[in-house]
């Protein structure tokens, strides 16, 4: 199965992040992306990648674990950014520094389970929309002109969203099957409670 490590936001800060892109759909160049849900929007902590259902239990232990000794914390979706010419994303601020720690605790206790090592350094985001083929589609995938782009992002640069509490690590199972990924949260524990 296809596992990866989230964060999910509540569903509060999700909504206002949706009602505050949704007038981005009109503006030149959203028509040419992808647009995820709110079921599609989790903050990635690790890609595991294919992993086997027999190394299920070690898995989860090591990130029962990783849950035990890293505490709640406090973020917001803020702002947007572009990946490329291909992918527009909302930001995240608060603390963000609690989320960079767990995310590396949880690439080192998987790392071993999984053999999975992130290439990329850790940049907590939600995917709003990818630029490519309309589903169902088999043609080149088309890229949205950055300067279009630039102009969705900046329509959600001063965005802020609700604060809200990380107080979950999930692991997540992808299905990409079919056109869009559907997502499901395997098993959660909850972070630590210092307060």
């Known amino acids: 199965m296809r596992l990866f490590v989230a964060v999910l936001p509540p569903v509060e800060a999700l909504q206002g992040l949706s009602d505050a892109a949704a007038p981005l759909r009109e503006l030149p160049g959203a028509e040419r992306l992808r647009w995820t849900g709110a079921e599609g929007r989790h903050l990635t902590l690790a890609f595991l990648g294919e992993v086997a259902a027999e190394r299920l239990p070690e898995l989860e232990a090591g990130l029962a674990a990783v849950a035990e000794v ?20 909302a930001g995240v601020d608060g603390q963000v520094w609690a989320l960079r720690r767990l995310a590396e605790a949880v690439t080192a206790a998987t790392a071993e389970v999984t053999g999975a090592t992130d290439d990329y350094a850790f940049h907590p985001h939600l995917t709003l929309a990818r630029a490519g083929s309309s589903r169902g589609h088999r043609r080149a995938v088309q890229r949205v002109a950055a300067a279009e ?15 809200w509490e990380a107080a979950e690590l999930h692991l997540m199972r992808s299905d990409p099957g079919g056109g869009s990924a559907r997502y499901e949260s395997l098993r959660a524990w909850p972070l630590a409670d210092w307060s």
């Open 149 to 163: 782009l630039d102009g969705l992002v900046a329509a959600l640069a001063d965005y802020r969203g609700p604060e």
């Open 70 to 89: 890293h505490a709640v914390h406090r973020l917001r979706i803020a702002g947007a950014g572009r990946f490329g010419d291909r992918v527009l994303w």
